[in-house]
């Protein structure tokens, strides 16, 4: 018997047996609606940091997980890197082409962390600059985060004001562990509360797991964004909810990208049991995981165009800390726009999950 996926050998497949177009060949673009379409996790690079890139591996100094990253951008090669790249009219034709109004960009993963914390500071600061140059460009279709070095929170706690008082950037990505360390060491806190104080959120980004956890994935292929992605966001947020870091920082907004990297999922069991599992060394949380989740997280729908999933997360969530986003150039599909648009959701609140809450979060 025939099914969808022998149908056509060469037709291609996206999750879930729902076919998908070639982003390389002219698309049909999606039809109009009466919202704005605004994607939050939108990726670029400059050119001096894939050369940092190049470096590493050149001088073998990359770690197994940068080097498997590195891998993605080799195996995918010059049509997405020069997508990253472009901050000018190839971009804008794309958004065109799916129906984007606005891309949120973001240094793409893993930004600057993989350098020594001298040359991440001044990269990271190099890449605002140029971020802002392409926003002033363009300032109704772009707008953007600033990229940090935590190798140095008080420097990067600095670079964030500096980005969102002289560049009008609107928060910070950081892209998940920093050589290991996660945010909830206290030693990072000073960007919690830069932050919090400039009323900005912090868009925790996934990269390759860390070091101590990324050998099983590695040698599975599974490390990218196929799962170790997910599996290193959802740690770095549970690590910095049950670290206490959101009872001294109550304001902090914190984004996490794939539909909350599977904790919406989890959320009834992580509650039930934290209370088992909490470490004699943690404070005692104030509330429970979820009411954390609730009142300090939202997620984005990046690269997961999928009803069930993500209306699953806005049930348990609620319609206002879920955030559309295309994951460009990574998932750059119309499919991406087009399943969004059909949710079965009422038209106020596909409203808010495409424009209203971005606004919101991002003071857009
Ligand atoms: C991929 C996806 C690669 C994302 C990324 O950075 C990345 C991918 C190198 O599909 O291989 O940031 N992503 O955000 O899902
Ligand atoms: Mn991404």
Avoid: C
């Amino acid at each position: 018997m025939k099914n969808s996926r022998t149908m056509s050998a060469k037709k291609k497949f996206a999750g879930v047996g729902i076919p998908m177009s070639d982003p390389n060949q002219p698309m049909k673009p999606p039809a109009k609606v009466p919202y704005k379409r605004i994607a939050t996790e939108e990726a670029w690079i400059t050119p001096e940091i894939l050369n940092g890139y190049r470096e590493l591996i050149r001088k073998k100094a990359a770690d197994a997980g940068f080097l498997s990253l590195w891998g993605v951008f080799v195996k995918r090669g010059g049509i997405l890197l020069d997508r990253l790249l472009d901050m000018g009219e190839t971009r804008i034709k794309d958004m065109d082409a799916t129906g984007i109004d606005v891309q949120l960009l973001l240094l793409t993963a893993p930004g600057v962390q993989v350098f020594s914390a001298g040359k991440a500071g001044s990269l990271a600061a190099a890449s605002n600059d140029q971020l802002a140059e392409a926003i002033r460009k363009y300032p109704k279709r772009f707008a953007g985060l600033a990229a940090i070095a935590p190798q140095s929170p008080g420097t990067a706690a600095k670079e964030l004001e500096r980005g969102v008082k002289k560049l009008g950037l609107k928060g910070a990505v950081i892209n998940s562990h920093t050589k290991g360390e996660y945010l909830d060491s206290p030693k990072f806190w000073e960007i919690f509360e830069a932050a919090e104080s400039l009323n900005v959120p912090i868009y925790i980004h996934p990269q390759t797991p860390s070091p101590d956890m990324v050998q099983p994935f590695v040698k599975r292929g599974l490390d990218t964004a196929i799962m170790g992605f997910g599996v290193e966001v959802a740690l770095h947020t549970l690590a910095i909810i049950t670290s206490g870091a959101l009872d001294r920082f109550p304001k902090l907004k914190i984004v996490i990208g794939h539909g909350g990297e599977g904790l919406p999922y989890w959320l009834y069991r992580i509650d039930y049991m934290q209370e088992y599992n909490r470490q004699a060394f943690r404070p005692k949380l104030k509330m429970l995981p979820s009411d954390y989740m609730k009142r300090n997280i939202y997620i984005t729908t990046s690269g997961l165009p999928w009803a069930p999933a993500i209306t699953m997360a806005q049930s348990v969530l609620g319609m206002d800390r879920v955030l559309y986003a295309m994951d460009y150039p990574y998932q750059y599909r119309v499919e991406e726009v087009t399943m969004t648009d059909k949710f079965p959701i009422s038209a106020a609140n596909k409203k808010k999950l495409f424009q209203k809450n971005a606004e919101k979060v991002f003071s857009l």
